[in-house]
């Protein structure tokens, strides 16, 4: 299997600033410490470090890539939206919409960030790679067209996915994202688009709160082309892949298209600060597993996943090791250190009654029984 894995160090220098600050943390607690954005460099760079350790990155195609241009990123958001960016990250950074300060060069970092993720996209449908991960740093998928949000900037794979359909390399592309967030962002853009299938899993009205829910299916041409599945805190496991199997690998095989993206975000793990899931390594790999199955069956086996949220530093390693290691059907593991504590004391690893009813009348409502 040849799978790429992009990646930069610039991407992990991406500073948010005080977080503290923003929460308003103090007063009555000692304040969180500065730089205390849950949003941090050392989940993703522990991650490439544990691939280091285990020799699973030797075992990849592994470089970095050019900065997606202002012509990509233009595709995606308006002039008006990244001159602005540009000129507060040359001034030394800000804050240009809610939850996302940059410090200076922030503009730079958010363009290389959704250039790993294109060159990505690129590579797999030109046949270069068989698959690929791009470990994109900030994150993308809460970012509007023209307001930021949720540690986004960029949309990466809004400019990956208009990219590869301006190229003429790919006509129809999927996009699921298992962020445990809402991918609120990737769904507005493509919203009322045909050529374009979003399917967001996602913790029922967390962030953001007012977006998500199974009744918002697209508009005009893009009418049934947005699947909104959103689970109860608790689900883990065997909720995950249940979801995985009922609808969305029926709604991704029922559209065809030419390449499945992943917003790949680990905070749905059982550890995350930001979220309330009982997800594992093993569900990472699973749910990667699974994909590539149907990446095979329809589009050559073209796949790629694009890292997005995730903020347990001691769990996202792990979770990004299993699926990455699945994506290259590789043999090197970096066993769960928590596995029998998982396993033992999570009954969200079995089967839970309520939840395979409500995912039941999920896959109802999209028509998948
Ligand atoms: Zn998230």
């Not at 699947?227 to 991704?252: D, F, K, W």
């Amino acid at each position: 299997m040849r799978t790429g894995f992009f990646w930069d160090e610039k991407c992990f220098w991406h500073a948010g600033g005080n977080y503290a600050l923003t929460l308003r943390i103090g007063g009555h607690v000692q304040p969180l410490v500065a730089g205390g954005l849950p949003e941090s460099p050392e989940t993703k760079r522990r991650l490439k470090n544990l691939m280091d350790v285990t020799g699973l990155l030797a075992e990849l195609k592994s470089s970095s890539a050019p900065a997606a241009s202002f012509e990509e990123l233009s595709r995606v958001h308006p002039e008006s939206y990244l001159h602005q960016f540009k000129e507060m990250s040359d001034n030394g950074g800000g804050e240009l919409g809610l939850r996302t300060p940059f410090a200076q060069d922030g503009y730079e970092i958010a363009a290389l960030s959704a250039g790993l993720a294109t060159a990505a996209v690129r590579d797999v449908l030109s046949g270069k790679l068989d698959n690929a991960y791009a470990l994109s740093r900030p994150p993308g998928h809460h970012a509007l067209p023209d307001f930021p949000n949720g540690f986004c900037l960029i949309n990466n794979i809004a400019v990956a996915t208009e990219t590869a359909l301006a190229e003429g390399t790919a006509e129809r592309v999927a996009i699921l994202d298992w962020d445990v967030h809402h991918g609120n962002g990737t769904e507005a853009i493509f919203y009322d688009r045909d050529d374009v299938l979003t399917i967001s899993i996602h913790q029922d009205h967390n962030y953001p709160i007012d977006t998500g829910d199974v009744s918002d299916q697209g508009s005009g041409a893009g009418e049934g082309f947005n699947y909104n599945i959103p689970l109860p805190p608790g689900c883990g496991h065997a909720a995950y892949i249940e979801t995985m199997e009922r609808i969305v690998i029926p709604a991704i095989t029922d559209f065809a298209p030419d390449i499945i993206i992943v917003a790949c975000g680990f905070d749905a793990s059982a550890l995350d600060p930001l979220a309330h899931m009982l997800c594992t390594p093993l569900t990472y790999g699973m749910m990667t597993e699974l994909l590539m199955e149907t990446a095979a069956d329809i589009c050559d086996g073209k796949l790629v996943l694009v890292h997005e949220g995730g903020y347990s530093e001691a769990y996202v390693p792990f979770c990004g090791h299993a699926a990455i290691a699945q994506l290259a059907a590789s043999d090197t593991a970096a066993p769960d250190p928590l596995a029998e504590i998982m396993v033992a004391r999570q009954p969200s690893l079995r089967v839970q009654a309520f939840h395979s009813t409500l995912i039941g009348e999920m896959a109802a409502s999209f028509g998948y029984d």
